[in-house]
């Protein structure tokens, strides 16, 4: 009981009106900067963490209406337990945002979780619908939900980034339905760089899937995929952070040549505004000159796509073929579940007393609404 009035005590007292915002990731990269700017705007965060320390240092980094429980995306046994803790905790959850994610290019042996997967797939998506089906009751909870999941083109074999080397593909998922130990989600030899598009292209599935299921038992409701585009900091952290230890020339040479050469990245600054943006529903695309935050239920999926050099524009954008595939969505749900030991409609029962979600392209009166 002391964790949970902890957890009470640390995202209260954010002014009226604003969200509670659960965003994973949320220690480095675009997840911190996204942090920062929500913060700053007056929302009450939640940001798990992998350890107790972790979490600590990231209190006394952001300060703010702020909890930090612990959560190691690694290990699924650490996310049950956070789950429920948080579900005891009972607190609505206004955006829930699944942004954390994991590369490590360049290795040529694949990584474990604590259960035996391939560590890329384990954090960027097993972990994240083991989060999303446990926490969607905090979430139908809440008068105005919206729900944001952080992709990539590299997703997409006809972007330029997915044109790089392997191209995503699950195949028939052969892999997963071989469970732990597989290297790669299709059953095929690793790869680290194919591992991470084949990760961000289960992103995409799952947020239709999900969107999917929402609107068919009658509460639909905003859920938004994204890609920030090529984020390459100046600094030693951030999401190649990883990469760099494999071929920290290699990663060098690359941040020179896309980032101060060509042009060709984004700031991790810029693109924390784009998902403050899109969590907050105040200004989703904030800054393309499309602002949306008055969009109605159902699937979004945009891009920040590359124009020229030093130029990005932030819009609506279409999924790869691959991503758009019903049938592919519904099997990756399905047998990520069974892994997971979850069923397939665990979750999507709100909780008693919840607000239902707004009708489709209807606007909540709850005040702070997204507008």
Known sequence: MA??????????????????????GGSSGIGLAAARELLAAGHRLTLPCRDAASGERLRERLGGSLATPTCDLADLASVENCAA???AAGEPIDS?????????????EPRWSAQGFELTFAVNHLAHQALLQRLLPLLLAARAPRLVVTASEVHDPASPGGRVGRPA???????????????????????????????KLCNLLLAREVERRLRQRGTPLPVWAWSPGLVI??????FFRTSRGHN????????????????????????????????????????SGHGDGDAAAG????SNRVLGPGRLRFGPSEPSIEARSDRLAQELWQLSAAQLGLTL???????????PPPEAGGRSDRPGAPR
Not at 5 to 14: D, L, R, Y
Not at 233 to 238: E, K, L, Q, V, W
């Open 3 to 24: 964790r949970l009035a902890e957890f009470s005590a640390a995202t209260a007292g954010a002014p009226p009106g604003r969200r509670h915002v659960l965003l994973t």
């Open 85 to 87: 803790r948080l579900l």
């Open 96 to 108: 829930l945002v699944l942004n954390a994610g994991l590369q490590y290019s360049g290795a040529p």
């Open 169 to 199: 593909s699950l195949g028939d998922l052969a892999g997963l339905r071989r469970g732990a130990g597989a290297a790669m989600v299709d059953g095929g030899p690793f790869n680290a760089e194919k591992a991470y598009k084949d990760s």
């Open 233 to 238: 900091p100046r600094g030693s952290g951030g």
């Open 248 to 287: 920290p020339v290699g990663q060098a040479l690359f941040a020179l040549l896309a980032r101060d050469l060509l042009r060709l990245s984004e700031t991790p600054q810029r693109a924390g505004a784009l998902l403050a943006g899109l969590t907050s529903g105040e200004d989703d695309g904030k800054g």
């Open 299 to 302: 699937f979004h999926y945009w």
């Open 345 to 355: 409609e665990q979750g999507f029962a709100p909780l008693p007393g919840a607000h």
